[in-house]
């Protein structure tokens, strides 16, 4: 066999990524090396129109055949192989399931589970060419013993070292492209000692991978089919000079390899055939094959092939045409598999395929590692090559684990299932992390697989138990919380455990089995088709059974005797029925329409009990009843409910409050009621079909709320011009939505929603009557959920995560129910009774305060597929129009946190008490994972908006940001940064950095050799911090500070919603760098779309407390994100310093007329001061816009930023008019003085704004703020101050303003002076000239005086000086007195306190306006010349431990916690609970002195008969004592318990 090679450019379609740039590169890269690195071969090509015929015969199968199947990620389809005799046969899955498939879907799928829909059948060669083709149908002859004999004695000794190699294959989903479809199916044989094994040579080579063309083939299998030798597409002989045939002398000995086939399909009639077949090779590489495709409403976001093996993980890069495939990159292991691969599979050792394949499911890779009884999941999704989510299994680990060392995993669209192994299974969500579920199946002792299955509500399960060998598990997990066992699988082929792992192939609900001989089963239609067939069984037999029995309709009577014909009864004939309950919806004004149903009657002598079902406007309510009716109401006490009808179900139509009316009322279609059977003792069963009308507006479309039970029609009316429509819902309600407790909570739930959107509206009318029925309901519904949370709590817990319940609960406003479902029980006495065991006493305190409520709650924010979070008329039902508290902005709750925090808002503290019960019961449980609070870091802004100032502070205060257990399955090492473990980190208080989440990649960007100057390796410092080490050393001869390893518990805080996808090519480039140089930077969202910038932003926007900022986790949100935003400040602040040197320069030359300066420099100087005066004022003008006139003045230094600028350019303007290029301004001969204070003024203001700037220097700018601080501190006293001197100059003005009459003190001054030249003598008098109507007057002008009165705190009193009046000096002594003496002191001491006040917050002021900048800084639009990592999830940080622990001890005492057991809000105490805790504590007392006395019995018993008479009445004395201890107490506990009681 002979095939033919030629050079081709892989590039000639275009990159899937579009860049421009890598698109160039690779271009020029592939001509330069085309011929070294491409052989191309035609394996395989038709015409369009051709159908595949093939030769079978002389196709013996020579091994036993060892069939393996994999699926592609989205399931339809798939691939077998026999590793044996190298066939691949590639088939559509024709029980294709995908997520949330409707009936009419189901109903679709065929009833076989057989997969049989062949797309291409072929056999390849060991060195992966084709080396046959099959017809469709075609099947391979079985093997037997004589075609064994037949082979040769290589392929026996291969065969005994067939575990030197290894295959492992994937097939990809199908891609469309320009109407061609796609699939690739990807084989490679594994070395297990090259590439399974620790091995020092690395073969691998980062290249394009061949590819084959068989021409030889393709022209005999075209020759047998009929078709033209030539296709269209077949390469052009002439323009192909490259072509050359090579022979087949390829070796027979196996060698290792991978090879991806395209096949490409067209699509005829819904069927797929195959229309050309090509082949990628590589012989340097192989490994665990897996395509990775992630799409999102059918458009391909990301894909990747990718191969595992002992180094790493391979990515191979391809274009949309799949024309070319190149192994570009290569990616590191997380570092704790890394280590586990680097000490137990050395070359001398096992392997680590089979380790790898427990770590791979779908596109994610599992890490675990354990650690102090924890073990930690970590969940990489391969896509993004990044941490997705990380949990935490916090068991002991049990010894009999390590035989099943291998771990198996699901994941699904929310949630991730693990198991070890063992038959314990433990159910996460996927976005926090937390704990869903675990259960522990006793019927199995392994677990080989798991799996999601039906829209992944359920999960199968594939264990394996001694006795009954392999057995399947369904555990429902969302609609009965049970599990079913199915172990008369019949025909299920699998029965050898060891075959699981490859006859089995899983993903996305869709599970696929390959038989010994190659027939394929859909394992989720088998257990349907398994179910079916049972239930078929069991309606035969019920049919057979069935004896429907005939209903009596009769009346019922109003309280006045009259006969009620709205409300009709229907019951059994022979039985005498009474309805217990006639109307049971309080909020209807009116009479309406109601029908009643009896469901059980039982009458025993005088004793009867009744089952009522009743169906209202817009309920279904069963109520049940156990009366004796010959007993009077006191001698019911005994009886349940006291002989009253309680009620046991209720389900509402939900319709809006607005629409309930008789037209929308619900009408019954149907009703059927059987007789009793062995499900339940006393309710029969029953099928009840009913209909209501819901109004749908056409501008604000409803989305029904029920599930697929409900069949919709629509009517469309004409009301006033408008076409509204009418949807007509169906429900049905039978028997198992009561017993099946999940149906009959939610639907409890529901109703108290329901019911009290109806109170909320005053549709009860403030009627005391209807007040008290309605709230007795509400009583019921309430203990209806309250018996389920308690004795359930587990399966409370996953009905809340799949129908979210809580949200049901807040807008009920079920305050004490929703305690309970957080908190549970009050406390309980946990004490043990005999005080002496202190052993027993402490492990029971440790299990208690380890256990202190069961979890029935998790917070999330992502919802189940399909569904929304709230209906239209969740957020205003309860408001009246007229009363409505209006936002400036649109909120729409997200999660239940904010929802309890949106739905109380306006409301008196005590009323939003369920805020602080969410706050408590999430920054409590937070301690162990941060995932508990990520629906509060979403909520935080909203706490803020809506003034819970309270509780902000608290919640700030709380354990959950310094003591910390996150980290209990890690190693701190492992995860603080090389630099910060190298350094000596004396002087550091919290240093916050971004944890590690992607995987590190071997890829070289151009940016690479400059930014890793700045950037640590993993394993070497960088050269900054290498500086920064060697300078800390120096002379430092003390040791490295202990550091505390903490993680912000606010995960997704500084994530926002604002687009960062660009692309980066050279033009980018350009552009970015002219727009980072000269143009300012703009506001990427408006003033209304605050909305996207991110929690943390959001809410340093809204908070008004600076308590927040005196917190370490807010200190390393803040630390962390302010060195991107310092960098685009300072910046600013190198243009303001141009601007300023400009300003400086160009002054300094008009002032000294300068011609020494060249006038060409003074106009590029003037015009760079412009250019710069235009990008500075531009900036503040988009500040002012975007942040709104209050916000923008509020901050002083905006004030000071438009003054220094605007002065400035109005100074060089005037100076600008006297400028020439010949001598600049040497022509100007005389200055105005003017223009000289408005140039002194201009200085002045820049040195001002120069200081400010320096607030981005932490050490220089908390000065700033301390001024800021005293400054505003002060204001008050200096108002004071400034009217008490206007005062006095007021009066002063008024006494001296035209002194006429006032006496002037002369001053004359006398002495004698001697001339030396003359010899002469003279005496000297000089007398002071004072006008006291000129300006020598300082009072003679109102400003004046204001200014003179000022200057007497300084001691210049120029009124005692010059005038001689005794109204004078009167106001002199009273001004030096109270303005000097006293005000003067005063200021000086509060300047004191103040300081000190100063010192304590001027830290928070400067964290404060840092966030400030960093909220700012986030809403701006980035310039940068590369893609950067987005903001991380989680935001790590670290400092002294002594730091943290003073924090935490200085705020401990702070929290009150004596308000109720565990909210943060001041709550009245429980008088009964303290009494009740009182008896208790009597009553362990008693036990003790019982015990103690009981002791010195037991002791005196067992004396020696030789025991003296004392020695008897010491003991006697000691029990008398003893018995008067107890007395004592006894009484004083009595008297206690008294006084309790009258003041209660």
């Known amino acids: 066999m002979s095939f033919n ?48 015929k093939s030769d079978n015969t002389n196709d013996d199968t020579i091994k036993k055949e060892d069939y393996r199947i994999a699926i592609c990620q989205d399931g339809k389809f798939a691939v077998t192989f026999d590793t044996a005799n190298l066939r691949i046969k590639i088939l559509e899955n024709t029980d294709h399931r995908t997520f949330n498939m409707k009936e009419s879907d189901n109903k679709k799928s065929e009833k076989s589970d057989v997969i049989d829909k062949t797309i291409a059948y072929f056999r390849i060669n060991d060195n992966f060419t084709i080396s046959k083709f099959y017809d469709k149908k075609y099947k391979p002859p079985p093997f037997n013993q004589e075609s064994k004999l037949n082979t040769s004695d290589d392929d026996a000794k291969e065969d005994e070292k067939s575990d030197t190699f290894r295959w492992s294959f994937d097939v990809s989903n199908l891609h469309k492209n320009d109407d061609e479809y796609y699939i690739l199916v990807a084989v490679s044989r594994v070395n297990v000692n090259e590439d399974m094994k620790e091995n020092k040579r690395d073969n691998t080579k980062f290249d394009f991978l061949e590819k084959l063309e068989f021409t030889q083939e393709l022209a005999e299998f075209k020759e047998k089919s009929g078709e033209p030798p030539d296709p269209p597409n077949t390469p052009n002989k002439e323009k192909d000079d490259q072509r050359i045939t090579i022979p087949d002398n390829t070796p027979k000995k196996a060698k290792k390899g991978i ?230 699988l019949g025909d299920f082929p699998i029965t050898i455990k060891e075959n699981i ?99 059980y009657y039982n009458k025993k002598r005088t004793l009867t009990e009744t089952l009522q079902l009743i169906v209202g406007r817009s309920t279904v309510q069963i109520w049940h009843q156990i009366n004796d009716e010959n007993k009077l109401k006191r001698e019911k006490e005994h009886l349940p409910n006291k002989g009253e009808p309680f009620l046991e179900y209720i389900w509402t139509n939900r319709i809006p409050v607005n629409q309930e009316s008789e037209e929308t009322r619900l009408q019954i279609s149907k009703f059927e009621c059987g007789p009793n059977d062995s499900l339940h003792d006393k309710l029969r069963d029953f099928y009840l079909k009913e209909d209501n009308e819901e109004i749908e507006i056409r501008r604000k479309r409803r989305k029904s709320s029920v599930k697929v039970e409900w069949l919709e029609q629509n009517i469309s009316m004409e009301e006033g011009g408008k076409i509204d429509k009418m949807i007509k819902h169906e429900k049905v309600i039978k028997r198992k939505d009561i017993i099946e407790k999940f149906h009959a909570i939610r639907h409890a739930c529901k109703a108290l929603e329901h019911l009290n959107k109806r109170y909320k509206s005053k549709f009860l009318a403030n009627n005391y009557i209807r007040v008290h029925e309605y709230e007795e309901m509400i009583s019921y519904i309430k203990h209806i959920v309250w018996r389920y949370a308690k004795n359930d709590p587990e399966n409370f817990k996953l009905l809340d995560v799949r129908h979210n319940v809580m949200k049901n609960l807040i807008l009920g406003d079920c305050d004490h129910l929703i305690k309970f479902i957080l908190f549970g029980d009050e406390e309980e006495n ?14 029971k305190r440790e299990k208690v305060k380890r256990q202190e409520f069961e979890i029935r709650h ?109 980290f209990s399955a890690h190693d701190p090492d492992d995860i603080i940064p090389i630099e910060c473990r190298e350094r000596r980190n004396h002087d550091i208080k919290f240093r916050a950095f971004k944890p590690l989440v992607r995987l590190e990649s071997n890829k070289y960007k151009w940016y690479n050799k400059f930014w890793n100057l700045f950037k640590k390796s993993e394993e070497n410092l960088s050269l900054k911090h290498k500086i920064y080490k060697s300078l800390e050393n120096f002379d430092n001869d003390l040791g490295k500070s202990p550091l505390a390893l903490r993680i912000v518990p606010l995960p997704s805080f500084t994530v926002n919603d604002i687009s960062k996808k660009n692309i980066y090519n050279w033009k980018k480039i350009i552009l970015n760098v002219f727009l980072f140089i000269f143009i300012p930077r703009w506001y990427i969202i408006s003033r209304n779309e605050k909305n996207r910038l991110s929690p943390f932003s959001r809410m340093i926007l809204y908070e008004d407390n600076d308590n927040i900022y005196d917190n370490p986790a807010t200190e390393a949100i803040i630390n962390f994100r302010w060195q991107k935003a310092r960098n685009f400040f300072f910046l600013l602040f190198l243009r303001f310093l141009f601007f300023a040197i400009c300003f400086t320069i160009v002054s300094w030359a008009y002032l000294n007329h300068s011609i020494i300066i060249n006038g060409n420099f003074l106009f590029a100087l003037i015009v760079i001061f412009y250019y710069l005066a235009f990008y500075q004022l531009v900036t503040e003008a988009l500040q002012f816009h975007y942040r709104g006139f209050k916000k923008y003045f509020d901050e002083i230094f905006n004030s000071f930023d438009i003054i220094s600028i605007v002065l400035s350019v109005t100074v060089m303007s005037i100076m600008f008019k006297n400028f020439q290029f010949s001598d600049g301004f040497g022509s100007v001969k005389v200055i105005d003085t003017g223009l000289i204070a408005g140039i002194s003024f201009s200085i002045f203001f820049l040195w001002i704004e120069l200081i400010l700037y320096l607030r981005i220097i932490s050490d220089i700018g908390i000065y700033i703020y301390y001024v800021i601080i005293i400054f505003k501190s002060i204001i008050p006293f200096f108002l004071f101050m400034l009217i008490v001197i206007l005062a006095f100059a007021h009066t002063m003005f008024v006494l001296l303003r035209n002194p006429d009459s006032i006496k002037i003190k002369e001053s004359t001054y006398s002495g004698i002076a001697t001339n030396d030249l003359k010899n002469e003598t003279l005496d000297i008098k000089l007398k002071s000239d004072f006008d006291p109507k000129s300006s020598d007057n300082p009072y003679s002008l109102f400003s004046d005086a204001i200014i003179a009165t000022y200057f007497w705190i300084g001691g210049n009193w120029a009124q005692r000086d010059e005038f001689d009046f005794w109204a004078i000096d009167v106001f002199s002594l009273i001004a030096s007195i109270f303005l000097v003496i006293v005000l003067q002191n005063m200021l000086i001491a509060f300047m004191n306190g103040i300081y000190t006040t100063a010192e304590t917050k001027g830290r928070q002021a400067l964290l404060r306006q840092r966030a400030n900048h960093i909220a700012d800084y986030e809403a701006l639009y980035h310039i940068h010349l590369w893609n950067i990592e987005p903001e991380p999830k989680h935001i790590y940080y670290f400092g002294q431990s002594k730091t943290l622990e003073e924090w935490y001890a200085t705020r401990k005492d702070e929290q009150e916690r004596d308000y109720d057991k565990y909210s943060i809000l001041v709550y009245e105490e429980d008088i009964k609970v303290e009494i009740e805790k009182i008896k208790n504590m009597k009553n362990d007392v008693n036990v003790t002195i019982e015990y103690l006395i009981k002791k010195l019995y037991d002791i005196k018993s067992k004396v020696d008969d030789n025991k003296t008479d004392d020695d008897d009445d010491d003991d006697d004395g000691n029990i008398e004592i003893m018995e008067d201890i107890e007395k004592n107490i006894n009484d004083v506990v009595e008297r206690l318990l008294k006084k309790l009681d009258k003041s209660n």
């Open 830 to 843: 946990t004490e043990n009774k005999n005080v002496y065991k202190e052993i027993e006493v402490k492990e």
């Open 259 to 488: 090879a991806i086939y395209r096949l490409k399909l067209k699509e005829e009639k819904k069927n797929f055939i195959l229309n050309d077949v090509t082949c990628y090779y590589s012989d340097s590489i192989s490994g665990i094959c897996s395509f990775i495709e992630v799409t999102n409403d059918d458009d391909v976001e990301q894909r990747r092939f990718i191969i595992f093996n002992f180094r790493g993980i391979y990515n191979f890069e391809f274009n949309s045409h799949f024309d070319y495939f190149n192994l570009n990159e290569k990616f590191k292991y997380p570092q704790s598999i890394r280590r586990e691969l680097d000490n137990w599979y050395t070359d001398s050792g096992t392997d680590c395929m089979k380790r790898l394949l427990t770590c791979i499911y779908d596109k994610y890779f599992l890490v675990t590692q354990y650690k102090n009884d924890v073990q930690s999941l970590e969940v990489y999704n391969l896509a993004k090559m990044e941490l997705e989510t990380t949990a935490k299994r916090v068991e002991d680990k049990e010894k009999y684990v390590k035989q099943y060392n291998y771990d198996t995993f699901s994941v699904s669209k929310l949630q991730l299932c693990f198991t070890r192994g063992i038959n314990i299974i433990k159910l996460y969500y996927m976005e926090n992390g937390l704990q869903i579920a675990s259960k522990k199946f006793d019927e199995i002792e392994k677990i080989f697989l798991l799996e999601f299955i039906d829209n992944d509500e359920k999960l199968l399960i594939i264990g394996e138990c001694p006795k009954e060998g392999i057995m399947l598990i369904i555990w429902d997990l969302y609609d009965t919380g049970k599990y079913h066992i199915l172990t008369k």
């Open 858 to 966: 998790i917070p999330r924010d992502n919802l189940w597929p399909e569904e929304s979070f709230l209906k239209d008329d969740d957020l205003d039902f309860y408001e009246r129009k007229d009363n409505r508290l209006e936002d400036n902005e649109k909120i729409k709750p997200r999660n239940n946190m904010e929802l309890a925090i949106y739905h109380c808002k306006g409301r008196e503290l005590k009323d939003t008490i369920i805020v602080a019960y969410f706050l408590e019961y999430y920054s409590r449980n937070a301690t162990d994972c941060a995932g508990w609070m990520s629906s509060v870091s979403k909520a935080l802004p909203l706490l803020f908006k809506y003034n819970y100032d309270d509780y902000a502070r608290k919640l700030f205060f709380k354990e959950c940001f310094a003591d910390q257990d996150h």
């Open 5 to 52: 090679k030629k050079h081709e450019n892989p590039h000639n379609e275009t990159n899937v990524d579009n860049d421009q740039d890598r698109h160039d590169n690779r271009f020029k890269n592939i001509i330069k090396d085309m011929i070294k690195k491409i052989r191309i071969t035609n394996l395989f090509n038709n015409k369009e129109n051709s159908s595949y």
């Open 501 to 599: 792992g490859t006859h089995l192939a899983r993903t996305s609900g869709n599970i696929l089995q390959v038989n010994d001989n190659g027939n394929i089963k859909s394992i989720v239609k088998f257990i349907e088709n398994l179910k079916q067939k049972k239930i078929e069984e069991n309606l035969k037999q019920k049919k057979s059974e069935e004896n429907l029995r005939q209903n009596l309709k009769i009346e019922d009577e109003k309280p006045d005797g009259k006969p009620d014909r709205k409300h009709n009864i229907y019951c059994d004939v022979n039985i005498n029925f009474k309805p217990i309950v006639s109307d049971k919806e309080p909020w209807v004004l009116g009479d309406y329409e109601r029908t009643s149903y009896c469901l």
